[in-house]
């Protein structure tokens, strides 16, 4: 009967163990979404900036088209969209409310290409290279994007960053914290069993293994039902956030999940050991 209370009581407080480290890795995933939402968004300025690069009014077909095969095997292009000069008085008539065209009696905008650039070309300097060199083109007008604008957007999304960074690092020591202390507080139970193997002469490693054993088997646990939560959350945000599917990557998402795996696992493990080698290495009745 007594047996049975005990193992009872060691189920208890692994279960309570195992809960207890996933709602810390849980609060670690949601912290880590925030940093991964920032930084792409960051990625996502730098992709949808767009870059116009307007024509002379006798520019050919053949001249636009020319210029096209040249920018399309620049390695810093995304995407590349042409807008005839109907096409942008129609967009440019509906956003106004009224034609005009018919108004003027002409038609005054410019055909243009609209180009995207991946993110590493996206630098002043990388900007600065990629308009003089489009303005180097025959029948190239002008080159413009709204670079004040997209700066200011940048800077702010960085300080968010940053700010999501410096939260997640308090919120990691908590962490470290919270976890130790609830191995700290279940291995506090079993300190006569610990103490008792000791004198009975077992070594301090026999000893150490399993409650080290049990605390990796822990971690895990908690890691599992941390990420089963996350993943569906994951999948969730699409349906209140439809801007969350932009700034999905899987790559980063798999790293953050190895990562509160590999935290999970070592501040265990850490607790297990240290907390069993200091009820070892302290006398009898300073356990009472």
Known sequence: MVSTTIKRKKKFS????????AMVLLMMGLFGFLVLASQNMETYLKENMVVQVFFDADASMEEVAKVQQAIVVEPYLKSITYVSKEQAAKEFSNELGQDFVNFLGFNPLMASFQIKLNQEYNTPAGLLFIEQSL??????????YHQNAYDLAQKNVQSIALIFVFLAAIFGIIAIVLIHNTVRLNLYAQRFIIKSMQLVGAKPWF?????VWQGIKNGFWGWVIAWVLLVNLNQFLPLIFPEWALFNRAEALGLLYVGLLILGL???????????RKYLYKRLEDLY
Request: hydrophobic share 45%.
């Open 14 to 21: 692994y279960a309570f163990s195992i809960i207890s480290i």
């Open 266 to 276: 070592l501040i265990s493990m850490s607790s297990s050991f240290f907390t069993t």
């Open 135 to 144: 303005r180097n083109h025959a029948k190239v007008s002008e080159v413009s």
């Open 207 to 211: 000893i150490t293994k399993p409650f």
